[in-house]
């Protein structure tokens, strides 16, 4: 990357400190001379009004979570790709709460604004994050959207929780099947491909993520592209977020998982969305074989998308979204 590019990050690391300096100061000095504010934002939160809070899972980890729109409309949660966290769906769950959806995504454990645990880096772990939530929450007739990683999340949800609270899935640019090649899947990447994700995380993990980030997730290395520096910071951003060795933990269980018995387990209507220029998880060996292990699923193939569909081909996505939701 250019030093314009790391100059244009320090400087967004810098203003967005002052904001949140600025915004500190002027809340507390409204607290002070208005002191009946905080206790109506109490007593509206008391009502269950809020629009972020943290759950504490059984091995006492801290998950922040989101959750958008009408309390009383049929929920849809997401989960998020490596290594970014549930910031990275805000297009659509501010889409789909403006059509009457409660829309909830959380930071997985090690991501975000959630807290980095040493163990418990795995997609088990993941997956019983994901059911605590919606048992907090008491969520039913849920639509469950996984995106890249997010998809193996919800996956191996369903395999290890069925899917009695669940009307609906999605997988957006989703790793199941299995990304990595073994000898009984063939389709998968060479392990070296992996081993070299983790080699640049520990050797420069920051550049690493620019790198990522403004080529081949959002397909700004190909030719005639339009790059968009928000997007490629905002990606820094969330990446850097996450805690360095529960990112590195999390390359392992998106790259080496075999979700085909999970994906056996599916039994509800399952929407399967993957870009045919996706340089990150390749449609073949993900895609195409998930819709065909789901009975009854539906594949729509977007051309010449990449991996970061989610933002690059936000409104087909949404429009999509929303009619799965409605049928």
């Not at 929920?75 to 769950?93: A, I, K, R, T």
Request: hydrophobic residues 35%.
């Amino acid at each position: 990357m250019s030093n314009t590019t790391d100059t244009g990050t320090t400087n967004l690391g810098r203003r967005n400190m002052l904001v949140s300096a600025t915004g500190a100061a002027v809340a507390a000095v409204t607290a002070v001379a208005t002191p009946n504010a905080s206790a109506a934002r109490a007593a509206s939160n008391q009502k269950g009004n809020k629009t972020m809070a943290t759950l504490t899972t059984r091995d006492g980890v801290e998950l922040y979570y989101k959750d958008w729109g009408p309390r009383n409309g049929q929920p849809v949660v997401f989960s998020h790709g490596w290594p970014l966290n549930s910031d990275s769906w805000e297009s659509q769950m501010l889409f789909l709460a403006d059509h009457g959806y409660r829309c909830i995504a959380h930071d997985r454990r090690g991501h975000g604004r959630s807290s980095q645990p040493w163990d418990g880096n795995d997609m088990d772990h993941y997956a019983d994050d994901l059911a605590q939530l919606i048992e907090k929450l008491d969520l039913k007739n849920a639509v469950l959207i996984g995106f890249s990683t997010g998809g193996g999340e919800v996956a191996r949800y369903v395999g290890r929780h069925g899917t009695s609270r669940v009307a609906k899935l999605g997988l957006i640019s989703a790793v199941p099947p299995q990304m990595m090649k073994t000898a009984d899947y063939p389709e998968g990447l060479p392990k070296e491909v992996f081993d070299g994700i983790r080699a640049a995380s520990l050797k420069d993990r920051s550049q690493f993520y620019l790198d990522l980030a403004s080529g081949p997730f959002y397909g700004f290395n190909r030719p005639g592209a339009k790059v968009s520096q928000g997007l490629v910071n905002a990606w820094w951003m969330q990446g850097m977020m996450a805690g360095h060795k529960n990112t590195y933990d999390c390359i392992k269980q998106f790259s080496e998982t075999d979700f085909r018995g999970d994906l056996a387990k599916f039994d509800k209507p399952t929407l399967v969305v993957h870009g045919d220029d996706d340089q990150i998880v390749p449609i073949d060996a993900s895609a195409r074989a998930a819709a065909r292990l789901v009975k009854g699923s539906t594949l729509k193939v977007y051309a010449g998308a990449p991996h970061g569909l989610t933002d690059t081909h936000k409104d087909q996505l949404n429009s999509d979204l929303l009619a799965f939701l409605k049928a």
